[in-house]
C-alpha cells in the first residue's frame, strides 16, 4: 500500500481558494492512479477528482467540474487539488486515494486501496 497524508485545509469564505496536498510514501507513486474524494458530515463519501499515473487522464465530478482542478507531480510523489470559486457545499473532509492502474471506474471508492487521514475544508458564507 501507499502511505497518504494531506495538508492544505482550512476556512475560506465562498468564493476563495484552496489548494490541498497529498504526499505519497511507499508504494511506487508513478503506478498508481490518484484521486479526491469527500465526506460531508451525514453524508456518504463522495467521487471529487482522479487523476491517472502519468497524468494524461483526469476526472472531475460534476459538481465541480470548471472550479476544481487535480494535478501531480511524480518527481515528489505528490498530488494536488486546486480548488477555486469555493461554495458552501464543499464543506466535507477530503481524502487522497491511491490505487493500482486498473480498468476500474476512476469515481469508485473500490478503485482505490490506500487513503489518506483527510483534511477539512470549511467554506462560509
Known amino acids: 500500500q501507499v502511505r497518504l497524508v494531506e495538508s492544505g485545509g482550512g476556512l475560506v469564505q465562498s468564493g476563495g481558494s484552496l489548494r490541498l496536498s497529498c504526499a505519497a510514501s511507499?508504494?511506487?507513486?508513478?503506478?498508481?492512479?490518484m484521486g479526491w474524494f469527500r465526506q460531508a458530515p451525514g453524508r456518504e463519501r463522495e467521487f471529487v477528482a482522479h487523476?491517472?499515473?502519468?497524468?494524461?487522464?483526469?476526472a472531475y465530478a460534476d459538481s465541480v467540474k470548471g472550479r476544481f482542478t487535480i494535478s501531480r507531480d511524480n518527481a515528489k510523489n505528490m498530488a494536488y487539488l486546486q480548488m477555486n470559486s469555493l461554495k458552501r457545499e464543499d464543506t466535507a473532509s477530503y481524502y487522497c486515494a491511491a490505487g493500482p492502474r486498473s480498468t476500474a471506474s476512476p469515481s469508485a471508492a473500490s478503485a482505490y486501496d490506500s487513503w489518506g487521514q483527510g483534511t477539512q475544508v470549511t467554506v462560509s458564507s
Open positions: 511507499g508504494r511506487t507513486f508513478t503506478s498508481q492512479r
Open positions: 487523476i491517472s499515473w502519468n497524468g494524461g487522464k483526469t
